[in-house]
């Protein structure tokens, strides 16, 4: 079988296959067609064609994110790489390991008006590790390149993991066909071991200890450490669904547990705060802890060491947190001095018995509904994907379902890229169950993710049709603004079920509150429907969720 006649392109390949990336999200075009020529040849290589370039990228992070492998992606010239960016972005900030690969012409052609062409090199350079860039009319198999090109790929396997672009100038003719050659890349994987010296932990003798767990994958055995650490009466931990850690000693909705005392009761109010993970989805957690003075804030984490985000930090530790905690409990230090873990998880059942009281308008559906419906009806195992705004928000007011993972975009926390993150996960693991949550603007706005061929039938899509941002009538501002409905919701009376059932998916709507249960619980057992439509009360959304934290606060 031959390949590309470009040895730049071979090359290029030969390095991505010895650095363990098997995965290229393909977007049509002629620049490129080199690249697709190649990886279609080489058997170590499976290819997926994505056409629109901003939905292939966010398919590739969610493939990413659920193989937890570097995925390529390649594009033609021009302003195709551009819509790459969203994806790059979201990423560069959940530490996602992505290979933005894109053609372009030689540096002679670059502003000289020629079609197709715009300055792609550092394009990306805010929002991605690094960057490297080859021409065809200079390049060689030089050790030098080599070594480049190995040390610009070792990066996917840093500590600190995240999105390279890598950019190559073509000459035409694209099309031509050659034997593989032969590339001498040595060397193994580069190790992520982190080394990273502890702290002493004397200083937490006697403290009220706060653990904050923000975005991350499941850890068996994190989650075994940070149980046994719970245990201590000085301690609490707080996670959110997406941190995908489960315990009975968590307090896991931090809204609901944050809404149950006076914040002016000190006595809530932690000495010391070790955080870790990502993305926090908790707008209120974090106005809690800027205003609360800490004797110590460690953060955990290998990324982004200057983020401060309570004003409190006192050290960013480069160091695996298991490893971290693991050390904690064996240090002798006294832990057990006061009941610091009781008035959280006080809190966190008090709230808990009264939401399994709280009851919305019998002959109205609303989006509170919804996700109560979902944590009757979902059983696991379940990979739940949550869109941004509104959707992720009201899935922290539940407690995390066992056997079910958690994922949101919140790196940047945009909607662009919903669906399509869903699609690529989905597609990565074919033996798992997957189920999507989104509301209709990010369906609308994502929808060109029903093109990807195939389209993974393990995938369930539930779209929640309110008619615009929902996320505008709860958090402050926009919500009492007589623009909101104009400027912010963007209010539409569209049914995205219906551009689904343009690309050919049958899909199911339902309107009835009575029908809420039996529909879902049909439509989560029926191998078949993949998306269901759910319109909810647009006008009294916000009512009935404020009226829940009225409710469990009693």
Avoid at 49 to 59: I, K, L, N, T
Avoid at 145 to 152: G, L, P, V, Y
Avoid at 185 to 190: A, D, M, V, Y
Avoid at 344 to 367: G, H, R, V
Wanted: proline share 5%; with cysteine; charged share 15%.
């Amino acid at each position: 079988m031959q390949s590309s006649d470009k040895q730049l392109v071979q090359f290029v390949v030969a390095a991505m296959v010895q650095h363990k990336i098997q995965k290229v999200v393909l977007s049509p075009g002629s620049r490129n067609a080199s690249f697709a020529i190649a990886f279609d040849a080489h058997p170590s290589i499976e290819t997926l064609v994505v056409h629109d370039e901003r939905a292939a990228a966010f398919v590739a992070l969610g493939w990413a994110q659920e193989s937890q492998t570097p995925v390529a992606i390649c594009c033609t010239s021009g302003s195709a790489c551009l819509n790459y960016y969203p994806a790059l972005a979201e990423a560069y900030y959940r530490n996602i390991p992505l290979l933005a690969l894109t053609a372009d012409r030689p540096a002679k052609w670059i502003n000289q008006g020629d079609g197709q062409t715009i300055v792609q090199a550092e394009v990306f350079k805010n929002h991605t590790h690094a960057y490297l860039g080859f021409d065809e009319d200079s390049f060689d198999c030089s050790v030098q390149n080599t070594e480049q090109i190995q040390s610009f790929l070792d990066l996917l396997y840093a500590p600190w993991k995240g999105p390279i672009h890598l950019n190559i100038g073509l000459n035409e003719p694209l099309y031509g066909l050659a034997p593989f050659s032969n590339f001498d890349f040595k060397g193994s994987l580069p190790s992520s071991n982190q080394n990273a010296q502890l702290p002493d932990f004397s200083v937490l003798h006697e403290q009220k200890i706060m653990v904050l767990v923000g975005q991350m994958d499941p850890n068996s055995k994190l989650q075994d450490a940070l149980t046994q650490f719970a245990a201590y009466s000085n301690v609490v931990v707080l996670v959110e669904n997406t941190s995908n850690l489960k315990s009975p000693l968590f307090n896991a909705c931090i809204d609901r547990s944050l809404n149950g005392f006076d914040p002016a009761d000190n006595s809530f109010r932690p000495t010391v705060l070790i955080s870790l993970g990502g993305a926090v989805v908790s707008k209120r957690i974090k106005a809690y802890l800027r205003q609360t003075s800490l004797a110590v804030h460690w953060r955990l984490a290998t990324d982004f060491p200057e983020m401060n985000t309570y004003g409190t930090l006192t050290a960013c530790l480069s160091i695996d947190p298991v490893f971290f905690f693991e050390s904690l409990l064996s240090a002798d230090i006294s832990l057990q001095t006061n009941n610091f873990q009781g008035k959280w998880k006080a809190i966190d059942y008090i709230a808990k018995d009264q939401q399994a009281l709280f009851e919305t308008n019998p002959t109205q559906l609303f989006d509170y509904d919804i996700f109560a419906a979902v944590q009757d009806c979902l059983h696991g195992p379940y990979t739940l994907h949550l869109a941004n705004s509104s959707v992720v928000r009201y899935a922290q007011l539940f407690d995390p379902l066992p056997d079910v993972i958690y994922h949101s975009n919140r790196g940047t926390s945009g909607i662009d890229g919903s669906v399509s993150t869903a699609v690529g996960a989905a597609l990565s693991t074919p033996q798992r169950a997957h189920l999507l949550i989104c509301g209709d603007t990010s369906f609308i706005y994502d929808s060109n993710a029903l093109w990807t061929q195939p389209f993974p039938n393990n995938l369930k899509i539930i779209i929640i049709q309110n008619h615009g941002g929902g996320i505008f009538q709860i958090i402050p501002g926009p919500a009492q603004s007589p623009l909101r409905s104009q400027y912010f919701e963007a209010t539409h009376q569209k049914s995205p079920g219906k551009i689904a059932a343009g690309f050919g998916f049958e899909v199911i709507f339902l309107h009835q509150k009575e029908q809420l249960f039996d529909t879902l619980s049909a439509f989560l057992t029926n191998p078949t429907q993949q998306i269901l439509e759910i319109a909810t009360e647009q006008a009294q959304n916000a009512t009935v969720l404020q009226d829940f934290f009225n409710f469990v606060k009693k």
